[in-house]
């Protein structure tokens, strides 16, 4: 990648931290449940949306840098699965690890192979259990396999490739409801079909799908000519998700539910949300405005970097340890955030770099 191509990535870099800090502001809003007026928790109640971002800006991102390279032969695919599963597992596992050695907080829980592969996400008996935000982790990782896959479908025609989602989201659905009818699926295996479409790669393809169109695009003339029809896109394309996000809150009976659980809010979440992103990131790509001259500072590029970790330990065993030793009135937030750049730039940087050294040795 030339300085121009990652000069313009850097804003979507910054995004990450912002998408970060949604997730965490999303997860803490019970404290403010009772502060704060009905109409503003509503919107907050919905800022899960971050999640959505994380997932389009992976749809993005892959689409863009491999296209079809990992199909070009056997080893390239397994080089491209090995850099992906570098990229999430290690530090996953690290904290994972730390958690059930620590057996006052993990006890009983012994479900280690289902919590070490990231399958305890498909069972909704589990889905709390263990690093319990890592659930997007085993989402991330069913794109990362199907996507050189997902990316030829998207070249041939876009159709082609809805089509196949829309077979994959049947295939889930089926085999959640099958088991359920064989021997009542106690476990919850892809069941019931509000976790499926929530918490699965069968139930969330689309917010990958549209951050894939946005770099297939990019690619193209035609694709170049149409986006560049979209007059202010960092404007309209935030003010696109703002709005978006109001809808689907209005859609909130009150501040124990989402928006989403109606079918009207999971409509606007997985098919319209996800266009308002692309078109916004589109805008930090091409446009210069003070969003993206912030977005692309070097202290955001920081947080941006860093927001995994942050994703990571910004609740379940992390979060619980660190409050026991000291808890701030920010929830600790900025204390999570310390900790996060130590542990990017400690743990997870020169880790996935020693692993991209190992990988590229492959022959």
Same mark, same amino acid.
């Given at each position: 990648m030339n300085t121009l191509q990652k000069n313009k990535f850097d804003a979507l870099t910054g995004m990450r931290a912002i998408a970060a800090i949604m997730v965490f502001v999303y997860h803490n809003r019970k404290y403010w449940r009772h502060d704060l007026p009905f109409e503003m928790m509503r919107f907050i109640s919905e800022w899960h949306i971050g999640v959505t971002v994380f997932f389009v800006l992976s749809g993005f991102l892959l689409a863009y840098r491999y296209e079809g390279k990992p199909l070009e032969s056997k080893k390239s695919y397994l080089k491209y699965i090995l850099l992906r599963i570098a990229r999430i597992f290690p530090l996953y596992w690290i904290l994972l690890s730390c958690y059930f050695l620590d057996t006052a907080y993990s006890k009983n829980v012994n479900t280690y192979f289902l919590q070490y592969s990231l399958f305890y996400s498909l069972f909704d008996s589990y889905s709390v259990s263990g690093i319990v935000q890592a659930w997007s982790l085993t989402v991330e990782f069913f794109f990362y396999v199907l996507a050189p896959f997902l990316f030829l479908l998207l070249k041939k025609s876009w159709q082609y490739c809805i089509l196949f989602l829309i077979g994959f989201f049947f295939l889930g659905w089926g085999i959640g409801s099958g088991l359920h009818e064989l021997n009542g699926n106690p476990k919850g295996f892809l069941s019931p079909l509000k976790f499926m479409i929530g918490s699965t790669f069968f139930g969330r393809s689309l917010e990958f799908f549209f951050g894939m169109l946005l770099a297939y *695009? #990019?690619?193209?003339?035609?694709?170049?000519?149409? +986006?560049?029809?979209? %007059?202010?896109?960092? =404007?309209? /394309?935030?003010? !696109?998700?703002?709005?978006?996000?109001?809808?689907?809150?209005?859609?909130?009976?009150?501040?124990?539910?989402?928006?989403?659980?109606?079918?009207?809010?999971?409509?606007?979440?997985?098919?319209?949300?996800?266009?308002?992103?692309?078109?916004?990131?589109?805008? *930090? #790509?091409?446009?210069?405005?003070?969003?993206?001259? +912030?977005?692309?500072? %070097?202290?955001?590029? =920081?947080? /941006?970097?860093? !927001?995994?970790?942050?994703?990571?330990?910004?609740?379940?065993?992390?979060?619980?340890?660190?409050?026991?030793?000291?808890?701030?009135?920010?929830?600790?937030?900025?204390?999570?955030?310390?900790?996060?750049?130590?542990?990017?730039?400690?743990i997870e940087k020169p880790l996935y770099e020693l692993c991209r050294k190992l990988i590229s040795k492959i022959n």
């Open positions: *695009l #990019m690619k193209n003339e035609k694709g170049i000519l149409f +986006l560049n029809k979209l %007059k202010k896109p960092t =404007l309209w /394309g935030g003010i !696109s998700i703002l709005v978006l996000n109001v809808c689907i809150a209005f859609f909130a009976r009150n501040n124990f539910v989402h928006g989403v659980e109606r079918w009207e809010g999971r409509l606007i979440h997985e098919l319209f949300l996800p266009v308002g992103i692309a078109v916004f990131f589109w805008g *930090l #790509m091409t446009e210069r405005t003070l969003v993206s001259r +912030l977005l692309s500072s %070097k202290f955001f590029i =920081l947080l /941006g970097n860093a !927001s995994f970790v942050f994703y990571l330990i910004h609740l379940s065993y992390f979060n619980m340890k660190l409050k026991s030793y000291v808890y701030l009135p920010d929830r600790n937030f900025v204390l999570l955030w310390i900790c996060s750049i130590i542990i990017y730039l400690l």
